[in-house]
C-alpha cells in the first residue's frame, strides 16, 4: 500500500496545539547553564597550559582531542544561549554570546542573522541556508564543493565531511561582505546585512582573533598549528555528524518550511544527551525555539502523541546513514 503524502504545515500549526504542555518553569531563563559553560573554558585554558608544560605527543594529540570535544560542547551551548533561554537581559546576552562563541569561530550577530532570523523560518526551502544545494544551482564550485562536504552517496561517509562545520562558518563570514544581491557559489542562501551589521561582524571577528592570539600566546607557533588542527577537527566532526541527521535527510519544500517534515530527531543514550545540551531533540527546538532546551524530551513526548504520522524521531546511526543515501544535488522542489 502507498504511503499517503503528507501535506506541509506551519509551525503554528503544531504550537496552537502544544503549547498548553510546556512547563512554566521551561520558560525560565536557564542560568545555570553559565557554569559548564565556563568549565569547558577553564578545562580549554587548562589542558593548552599543560600542553605547553609536556609537550610529549600522546600528551597534545590527547588533550587536543578533549579541546575539540568542549568547543563542540560550547557550540551547542551557545545555540541555546542565542535563543534567549539561558540568559535573557540585554547586554548580558550579548556578551556572554560573544564571549563563548569566540571558541567557536562564530560571530554571534552573523549567526542571529543565518540561523534565527532564516534558517527557522526557511528549512530547506529555497531560502535556508543550511540546506542542500538543488539541481538548478549546480555550478563547478559547488559540485566540488557538495561532493566532499555533504552527506551524499557519490562519496559515502568521507572524513572529509568532517570539515563541514569550518568550512560553514568560514563561507557564511565571506558572503557577510559580498555585495548586496551577490554571494558564493558554495552558499545556499546569504541573508542581506546592513552595513552597520556588516561592522558589527567585522568587529566580532576581530574578538575571535583576539582569543586566538591568546592561545598561540601559550602554546607558540608549532604547537599552536598542531592542536588547532586536530581540536579544530574534533570540533567539527562532533557537531556535523549529529547536525547532517537534523535536516539533511528530510524532504525540502519550495517556500514552507513544516518544522516536522523538515526535521529529525535522534535517539541517543542519555548520558550524551546531557552533555550536548538534549540537541537530539532538533523536531523539538523547531516547534519550541525558546524554551529551555531540558524540557524537550516531555515535548518529544506530546508531539509523538499528537503528530504520530508526522513525526521523525529515529536512531541515531539510522538517521545517517541516510542522510548519506542522498545524491550530491537535490531535485528542485515542486511544492
Known amino acids: 500500500m502507498t504511503q499517503p503524502i503528507l501535506q506541509p504545515e506551519s509551525m503554528g500549526y503544531y504550537t496552537s496545539r502544544l503549547k498548553k504542555f510546556i512547563p512554566r518553569e521551561a520558560l525560565r531563563p536557564a542560568n545555570y547553564k553559565l557554569i559548564p559553560m565556563s568549565i569547558h573554558v577553564i578545562l580549554v585554558f587548562i589542558w593548552l597550559n599543560v600542553i605547553r608544560i609536556f609537550p610529549m605527543w600522546w600528551v597534545i594529540v590527547g588533550l587536543s582531542l578533549l579541546i575539540g570535544v568542549s568547543y563542540a560542547c560550547l557550540f551547542l551551548y551557545c545555540h541555546e544561549l542565542t535563543h534567549g533561554t539561558i540568559v535573557r537581559k540585554q547586554p548580558y546576552r550579548y556578551w556572554a554570546e560573544l564571549f563563548f562563541w569566540s571558541f567557536s569561530g562564530m560571530p554571534p550577530t552573523m549567526w542571529e542573522k543565518i540561523h534565527n532570523l532564516n534558517h527557522h523560518k526557511s528549512m530547506n526551502n529555497y531560502d535556508d541556508p543550511d540546506r542542500r544545494t538543488f539541481k538548478s544551482e549546480k555550478n563547478f564550485w559547488n559540485s566540488v564543493y ?111 518550511a513544516d518544522p516536522l517534515l523538515t526535521s529529525t530527531s535522534v535517539i541517543v543514550p542519555v548520558f550524551l544527551d546531557r552533555l550536548i545540551d538534549w540537541h537530539s531533540y532538533h523536531v523539538e527546538h523547531h516547534v519550541f525555539p525558546g524554551i529551555n532546551f531540558d524540557y524537550y524530551p516531555e515535548i518529544s513526548k506530546k508531539i509523538q502523541e499528537h503528530f504520530p504520522d508526522r513525526y521523525q524521531r529515529l536512531p541515531f546511526w539510522r538517521a545517517v546513514n541516510e542522510a548519506y543515501s542522498h545524491e550530491v544535488f537535490e531535485e528542485d522542489p515542486l511544492t
Open 146 to 256: 557538495n561532493v566532499f562536504i555533504y552527506p551524499n552517496k557519490t562519496l559515502r561517509f568521507s572524513f572529509t565531511v568532517g570539515f563541514a562545520m569550518i568550512f560553514y562558518t568560514s563561507k557564511h563570514l565571506v558572503s557577510v561582505f559580498f555585495p548586496e544581491g551577490k554571494k558564493p557559489a558554495i552558499v545556499t542562501f546569504r541573508p542581506d546585512y546592513t552595513k552597520a551589521e556588516q561592522r558589527k561582524i567585522f568587529f566580532e571577528f576581530l574578538f575571535v582573533l583576539g582569543i586566538q592570539t591568546l592561545i598561540l600566546a601559550i602554546l607558540g607557533w608549532k604547537l599552536y598549528l598542531i592542536v588547532s588542527l586536530v581540536s579544530w577537527f574534533i570540533y567539527s566532526t562532533g557537531l556535523i555528524i549529529f547536525i547532517i541527521t537534523q535536516h539533511l535527510r528530510n524532504p525540502n519544500f519550495k517556500d514552507t
